[in-house]
């Protein structure tokens, strides 16, 4: 005779909070998990920041594993794996296609070339651009990946964060010197990071390319950490343009926010 008792798995099918299949919303919350906690945690781990038993967290890591999305290290714990690159890769660009529009309206507006970025593990990956129509003008290639103590949207995505997760992914990526203007020491990068703070915006002023100013601004509530930019010479983006350029730059951020929560299924 059949029990009435539910099984595991059963149990793991049955509506989330949110009208969806409960097992799935398990494995992707561990998956972002896995990813705030750079990759690679142990079952114990999982355990204690999900509040989910141990044999729940087993078995869908099990699957997980199966499907390719995770992989099990020698050392028995776990991380997120290759076929996770395809799928990053395929809704960066989505997201790039989405910015466009908003990243046209900057060159518009500011005259300057504008930028979209993420931060991707310990890096800043550009997802999208729109040129200048000036004769002289910045070029970043999409999909680009620079540190972010040299760049205005890495000091923009990274001013929110901890100061001790900022520390730690110092000194993961060290802070090489692109040009004789790069923030090399950590304290003076976190005293650059309240500046962000305390004016809503940031700055590159000649530390990724000697002739190149940057203004950057994080897109809020982006399901992803995303910030957008403008940059051109010195001689164009002067202090004096800041205060003009910066409110434009936080009205299409505050814009392509919706835009993306819109893109996102409730």
Same mark, same amino acid.
Not at 8 to 35: C, H, I, T, W
Not at 49 to 66: K, N, Y
Not at 172 to 179: E, F, I, N, S, Y
């Given at each position: 005779?059949?029990?009435?008792?539910?099984?595991?798995? %059963?149990?793991?099918?049955?509506?989330?909070a949110?009208?969806?299949?409960?097992?799935?919303?398990?494995?992707?919350?561990?998956?972002?998990?896995?990813?705030?906690?750079?990759?690679?945690?142990?079952?114990?781990?999982?355990?204690?920041?999900?509040?989910l038993?141990?044999?729940?967290?087993?078995?869908?890591?099990?699957?997980?594993?199966?499907?390719g999305?995770?992989?099990?290290?020698?050392?028995?714990?776990?991380?997120?794996?290759?076929?996770?690159?395809?799928?990053?890769?395929?809704?960066?660009?989505?997201?790039?296609?989405?910015?466009?529009?908003?990243?046209?309206?900057?060159v518009?507006?500011?005259?300057?070339?504008?930028n979209?970025?993420?931060?991707?593990?310990?890096?800043?990956?550009? *997802?999208?651009? *729109?040129?200048?129509?000036h004769?002289?003008?910045?070029?970043?290639e999409?999909?680009?990946?620079?540190l972010?103590?040299?760049?205005?949207?890495?000091?923009?995505?990274?001013?929110?964060?901890?100061?001790?997760?900022?520390r730690?992914?110092?000194?993961?990526?060290?802070?090489?010197a %692109?040009?004789?203007?790069?923030?090399?020491?950590?304290?003076?990068?976190?005293?650059?990071l309240?500046?962000?703070?305390?004016?809503?915006? %940031?700055?590159?002023?000649?530390?990724?390319?000697?002739?190149?100013?940057?203004?950057?601004?994080?897109?809020?509530?982006?399901?992803?950490s995303? %910030?957008?930019?403008?940059?051109?010479p010195?001689g164009?983006?002067?202090?004096?343009?800041?205060?003009?350029? *910066?409110?434009?730059?936080?009205?299409?951020?505050?814009?392509?926010?919706?835009?993306?929560?819109?893109?996102?299924?409730?």
């Amino acid at each position: 005779m059949p029990s009435s008792s539910a099984s595991p798995s %059963a149990a793991e099918a049955k509506p989330g909070a949110s009208g969806g299949v409960q097992s799935l919303e398990r494995a992707f919350d561990l998956l972002e998990r896995m990813a705030d906690a750079g990759g690679e945690v142990g079952l114990s781990e999982l355990s204690t920041s999900s509040g989910l038993p141990l044999p729940t967290i087993h078995r869908l890591m099990r699957t997980l594993v199966a499907c390719g999305y995770v992989r099990q290290q020698p050392n028995r714990r776990y991380a997120l794996g290759p076929r996770l690159i395809r799928l990053g890769e395929s809704s960066s660009r989505l997201l790039g296609t989405w910015a466009r529009p908003f990243l046209a309206r900057l060159v518009e507006e500011t005259g300057e070339t504008a930028n979209m970025a993420l931060l991707d593990g310990d890096e800043i990956v550009y *997802v999208a651009q *729109v040129p200048s129509r000036h004769a002289v003008r910045m070029f970043t290639e999409v999909g680009r990946r620079v540190l972010p103590h040299s760049t205005g949207v890495g000091k923009a995505l990274l001013a929110h964060h901890p100061a001790e997760e900022v520390r730690a992914l110092l000194a993961r990526t060290g802070m090489p010197a %692109a040009t004789d203007k790069t923030i090399t020491d950590p304290d003076r990068f976190l005293e650059a990071l309240d500046d962000v703070r305390r004016l809503g915006y %940031a700055v590159d002023d000649n530390e990724q390319e000697i002739g190149v100013r940057c203004l950057a601004v994080p897109v809020p509530n982006s399901p992803t950490s995303a %910030a957008i930019s403008i940059s051109g010479p010195t001689g164009r983006v002067t202090e004096a343009s800041t205060d003009k350029i *910066v409110p434009v730059l936080q009205d299409v951020a505050a814009q392509l926010s919706v835009a993306l929560a819109n893109q996102t299924p409730a």
